[in-house]
């Protein structure tokens, strides 16, 4: 994983974690990699790794059964309002920059339909 310099490095893992639960590659009560071999994947310090562990309990999207790992929270409910979130983060980041680059609403709606031939599937 590239890691960029403006973020910290266990966000941006949570990030990384977070997008494989809503893209299905994690599914719901899947149990995630130990904290030693989540930091030999994403090649961090393991007590970076026990951060991004302990973020993600925080926000509720996986949880830890003592002595047994971490585990991808079953609630579908939670892991659709992360998907709305980092939905609603993404669009926001994105009229920000346009908005920077002098970009009108139009414009920018004409530049999403001319887009959205290429990009969504």
Known sequence: MNFNSNAPIYL????????DIINGR???GD??????DLAVKYTINPNTAARV?????????????????TFVTEDQVRIKLCKSQMAEETLTSFLL???DLGIT???AIEMINEAN????V
């Open 53 to 69: 562990y302990q973020e993600l309990e925080r926000q509720e999207i996986c949880f830890t059964k003592r002595g047994m790992g």
């Open 97 to 99: 920059s346009l908005n």
């Open 12 to 19: 941006q893992v949570v990030d990384a974690i977070k997008l």
């Open 26 to 28: 994690l599914k719901a």
């Open 31 to 36: 149990k995630l990699p130990s904290g030693r």
């Open 105 to 107: 609403k139009e414009e």
């Open 117 to 120: 031939d290429i990009c969504i």
